[in-house]
DNA sequence: ATTTTCAATACAAACGTTTGCAATTGAATG
DNA sequence: CATTCAATTGCAAACGTTTGTATTGAAAAT
């Protein structure tokens, strides 16, 4: 069935039918009405690929994920945002396509590609680009883009970014703690040098200095962010330990692999060490002690990372200049066991 | 840059360029490669609408998922096939949009849907498609299309499908708990009665029954699939375990409820109960105690199931008929803490 | 009664490919 | 030297839309 199949029995020229079902106004209602029902009734779907020649407007977004494919607890993470987009997205009749920004295989640019081959309406990136190729060409090609989740520093200073505010995420981690009467405090970190740990540990510290409770760098034990290096980590330092109450870990995943060498090593969290993780990721609650962490709003990115992203792309339809927008989200601290309330 | 573009380039016609870039033996070595160089120093990409306007060929695949999209444990089995299924088929440049089967708001199904707009290549189907409408079509218009990772017993007798042997899965639990001699043996069952579990526990009492070893209506205990619900069960029923020696728990995400029960309880896993789960969830390696547990290999089921619908997708082209076939996988048992090797 | 205006509709070109068929080569055959 | 043939290449229609422009007919303005 194509329009002007529904031309004929509608006894109306092809151009009508297309101007009806795209909603102009320059169709009269009854006409328009006719047109729509006879549509209705064969399930009539426009063609993408003639309508894409034409408008290059597919009602495709892709989403571009960073390449640790293989790193597993960043996977759920961005499958459950992957999931969120999906759901939203699905509202707005837009299709999603996932892809990394480079084909592994081939080493193509799937951005780049993508948009020549499919003429893709909009692009949300869940990593930084950092190589100048991609910026640009998406630049000049006037893709509507945007950047999810990402701490804005690494992104250029008029892109558009929706992100979660780590800092204060590191910032209420320490008040939880603080406010408990827990002082005596340790950090996990990461070793990778993301700046969104970095920014927790920033905000972490604020507070700290804010109430000038003593927080140095031989209370930051930097390590991989895996199970096994908390794991270790902790097993290790095990004498150290004795000496805080409190411990800071920069993601969920080290925090399970603390906890374990606590119980291993006669540890009581949270009686003699508090823990605190970061993320959120769902097991954190199946965990034993159930993890006290600060949460990451998934479904609030997403749902506003898609908004803004519609909006972009109906601002460029519409031919508006439009400003960039830095969008940014208040995460919360969820308790558990392993800090009571 | 358009395949007239290159053809202007190169002084040739473009239906030359077309056939070289589609590799038709059509175009003399030499043309085809002046042509091609052109293309490669370009960079050069179909454009898909135009293309898939006349071939219906988009390089797109669908992969459609179930709605249980809050279903923690399954979100991360199916996010996890879906980033396997990503990376195979970016070797083979195609895209991948995922989606429901229905789309929650407006009802419209979306695998006739994306068929009618965008000419879809091929159609993985990751849960049963229960309503005859879709089947109907599916059939009708000739897609390509293939069952992954359910039990066939759902499927119609005809269609392709690439599973994992449940009920083998089942049996070599059984087989690894008696060859310990753990004969005192109980079952945590799944009360939605999917047959993948209904396989599971059939192999489980198989070989049970072809080594005489009591197990009987008692032994198993129906509950829904998840972590609470494997807790409370094991809670409840504390004084009953005492009569058993080991726990098949057909899905993970129950065994580590029970793990945690036991563990408040004062049960020793592995040695007042050994536990035997079911999936290998990431999770599993990671809790405590580590679970042994059925592998289900998602790495294969997804590169054979690729495989397979390529084959398909070509078989198609060719207008070659084809036989549709059954790909069986076996799974194995890994083992961890909860049983030990 | 004639012209102007306007809403509604029709016409036709364009989007970038693919592909059956025709035309052109140059060489091989009779 | 005329003919056949195969290998290349060119031509043009087709795919299903969108959209600027032209046409229509009737109402409004002169």
Redesign the pocket.
């Known amino acids: 069935m194509?329009?002007?199949d529904i031309a004929r029995i509608a006894?109306?020229?092809?151009?009508?039918v297309?101007?009806s079902?795209?909603n102009s106004p320059?169709?009269?209602?009854?006409?328009?009405a006719r047109i729509k029902k006879i549509a209705e009734e064969n399930g009539f779907e426009?063609?993408a690929s003639?309508?894409g020649?034409?408008?290059s407007r597919v009602g495709t977004i892709a989403v571009i994920l960073p390449h640790n494919f293989d790193q597993f607890p960043v996977t759920v993470f961005h499958s459950e945002l992957h999931n969120y987009l999906r759901m939203i997205l699905e509202r707005e009749d837009y299709d999603l396509i996932v892809t990394f920004h480079k084909n592994r295989f081939t080493g193509v640019n799937n951005i780049i590609r993508l948009f020549k081959r499919k003429k893709i309406d909009g692009i949300i990136l869940i990593h930084q680009v950092h190589d100048d190729e991609t910026e640009r060409f998406m630049k000049e090609s006037n893709i509507p883009f945007i950047y999810a989740h990402y701490p804005p520093e690494n992104i250029n200073i008029n892109d558009d970014v929706v992100y979660v505010d780590h800092f204060h995420g590191g910032y209420i981690a320490a008040e939880a703690f603080v406010s408990r009467g827990i002082l005596k405090l340790l950090c996990l970190k990461p070793d990778t040098g993301d700046t969104e740990y970095k920014l927790r540990l920033k905000g972490f510290e604020a507070y700290l200095k804010e109430r000038n409770i003593p927080f140095g760098e031989k209370d930051i034990w930097t390590i991989p962010p895996t199970f096994e290096a908390g794991f270790n980590e902790i097993k290790r330092k095990k004498d150290e330990i004795d000496n805080y109450q409190g411990l800071f870990a920069l993601t969920d995943f080290t925090a399970y692999g603390a906890l374990q060498a606590c119980r291993e090593s006669g540890i009581s969290v949270p009686n003699d060490l508090a823990v605190i993780g970061y993320d959120d990721i769902k097991f954190s609650q199946y965990i034993s002690p159930a993890l006290t962490t600060i949460h990451q709003p998934i479904d609030q990115i997403a749902k506003i990372t898609c908004e803004r992203l519609i909006e972009l792309i109906r601002n460029k339809e519409r031919g508006k200049k439009w400003e960039t927008k830095r969008i940014l989200i208040k995460p919360e601290i969820v308790f558990r066991k392993s800090l009571l309330l």
Chains 1, 2 share one sequence.
């Open positions: 194509r329009i002007i006894n109306v020229h092809v151009s009508t297309s101007r079902l795209n320059l169709v009269s209602e009854e006409t328009s426009f063609n003639a309508r020649l034409i408008t």
